[in-house]
């Protein structure tokens, strides 16, 4: 089963979030904010990561950063998922090696096209 | 509703669109002519319905349609036709129209365009193997306010994240506002968009070199399938491609197209011969 690692600071989001990858086949597990996301990308290299930008402690951008200077930290999905919607940002992400872009609000059909385009789901 | 509105309205319907009403969409129809009843200062559906017996009101007739037919669409919708199209029926026509370096392309039923635009981003895409080369994107529609809309190249910021890659996103795309984004111009002037009727006056001419009519067959009766199919099938070469909806196909329907084995969605002229293409 793939895995799935769910970064957010909102307890909703990440129940939201992890009910559409559960639906979708994926094992999920989550963290708070970007320190407590790489201590568990160390660990074991998620197949996918959904990531929010904006959080305590360390943003999605500098977890982003960070998981891909590590030995491996290449393979992970890296999907950016928040509310920052303009195109400086989804420039600085793709910069920083994020494979896909969701913008706030999502649903399980912007989910599943995007898994659909980035070769992790059956079309 | 009264039945015999309910017929009425439905004939109407069917004979302008070829979309088929069953008895169960009675509340449907009844839900989506309110504001059309509104519009027109009457006061219920037998107003309407009077009103279309003592003359054949084009306008009227015309919004009614529009309220009753499904207008969703999304770019790349199941990817599969557009990586056939990039992949197999596009390099094949580049061989093949190597000395008139012309293709047409034909989005019938485009709705808002979304299909008619992710196939002008491929070919953008492939621009560098396409210079010097002409290339038509026409998407119609019966609907004036989907060509409308879809002229405009602009859609929310849900719509630009069903489908759409965001490498697209960035490169053919600019922010209009914060939750709005407009494709740019260079894309926009490679598709053309106009109304037309596949019933009647399906708005396009000549010949047509690949065809998508995706998720509108689905929506009417076997004779209308088949007069829409003969229609697109007197607008293409013997070496045309067509491509219908997920759900769609020519079997039992019309004997002017095969289907292409192997390859889902993808239907070729009956005369084609058999061999000579999706051999990618
Ligand atoms: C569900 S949309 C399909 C859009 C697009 N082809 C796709 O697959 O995403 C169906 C469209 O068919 C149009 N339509 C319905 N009847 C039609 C007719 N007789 N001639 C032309 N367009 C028609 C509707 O206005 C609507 O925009």
């Known amino acids: ?123 | 509703m009264k039945a015999e509105d309910f017929d009425l309205l439905s004939k109407i319907i069917h004979q302008r669109s070829g979309l088929v009403l069953g008895p169960e969409k009675a509340y449907l129809l009844e839900s989506r002519l309110v504001s059309i009843v509104r519009k027109n200062n009457m006061k219920t559906i037998e107003d309407v319905a009077q009103a279309l017996r003592i003359k054949r009101d084009e306008a009227l007739i015309a919004d009614i349609t529009e309220a009753m037919t499904t207008n969703e669409s999304f770019f790349f919708r199941d990817q599969k036709p557009f990586t056939l199209f990039q992949k197999n029926l596009l390099p094949a026509l580049v061989t093949a129209r190597a000395s008139r370096k012309h293709i047409r392309i034909w989005s019938a039923a485009a709705s808002s365009g979304q299909e008619a635009y992710s196939l002008a981003m491929i070919c953008a895409e492939e621009s560098a193997r396409l210079q010097g080369w002409r290339i038509e994107i026409i998407g119609t529609d019966l609907s004036r306010d989907m060509v409308t809309r879809a002229k405009t190249g602009i859609y929310s910021q849900f719509e630009v994240q069903r489908g759409l890659p965001i490498t697209l996103l960035m490169k053919y795309f600019q922010q209009i506002a914060g939750d709005k984004w407009q494709l740019k111009d260079s894309l926009r002037q490679m598709v053309q968009f106009r109304e037309g009727n596949l019933l009647t006056d399906p708005g396009v001419s000549g010949s047509f070199d690949i065809v998508f009519c995706r998720n509108v067959l689905i929506y009417f009766d076997i004779p209308t399938k088949g007069r829409v199919l003969n229609t697109i099938s007197g607008l293409m070469p013997p070496d045309g491609s067509l491509i219908l909806g997920g759900a769609e196909t020519v079997l039992g329907i019309s004997d002017k197209f095969k289907v292409v084995p192997g390859e889902h969605g993808l239907y070729v002229p009956a005369g084609a011969p058999t061999q000579t293409r999706a051999s990618a």
């Open chain 1, 1 to 123: 089963m793939k895995t799935c690692l769910i970064v957010d600071d909102s307890r909703v989001i990440r129940k939201v979030a992890r009910q559409i990858f559960e639906t979708l086949g994926f094992s999920c597990s989550e963290s708070e904010n970007g320190q407590l996301a790489l201590e568990a990308s160390q660990q074991a290299f998620p197949d996918l990561v959904l990531l929010d930008w904006n959080m305590p402690v360390m943003n999605g951008l500098d977890y982003l950063r960070a998981l891909r200077h590590l030995p491996g930290g290449d393979g992970p999905v890296v999907i950016f998922c928040t509310t920052e919607n303009d195109m400086a940002h989804i420039q600085m992400a793709l910069g920083a090696g994020a494979n896909e872009y969701i913008m706030k609000p999502f649903d399980a059909d912007i989910v599943r096209g995007k898994l659909e385009q980035l070769g992790l789901m059956d079309a």
